[in-house]
C-alpha cells in the first residue's frame, strides 16, 4: 500500500521540513535527525512505521518523514 498525497502533505507539515528520524544504529544515534528538505523538492520518503504486512496503516498515525539515508537504514527498507 501506499500513502495518498493528503497524509504525505500532513506529515510533512508536521515533522517541518526535518527528518523524523531518532533511532538509535544512526549516525545521529538517538538524537533527532538535522537534515532537512522541502515538500517537492525530493530527498525524502514517507515511511510505514509499522509495515503494512504487520497490520500498519496507511494512516498518518503510522507515516514518518525520513530522509534517504536514514530511510535506507530501516530494518523495513526495500521491502
Known amino acids: 500500500m501506499a500513502f495518498s498525497e493528503l497524509t504525505k502533505d500532513q506529515v510533512f507539515a508536521r515533522a517541518g521540513g526535518r527528518c523524523e528520524c531518532r533511532r538509535d544504529h544512526t549516525s545521529h544515534r ?39 539515508a536514514c530511510h535506507k537504514q530501516t530494518d523495513s527498507y526495500g521491502r
Open 30 to 68: 538517538g538524537y533527532r535527525c538535522a537534515t532537512t528538505f522541502t515538500r517537492n523538492g525530493g530527498q525524502w520518503d514517507a515511511h510505514h512505521i509499522t509495515a503494512v504486512s504487520a497490520g500498519g496503516s496507511d494512516g498518518l498515525s503510522n507515516c514518518e518523514v525520513l530522509c534517504l
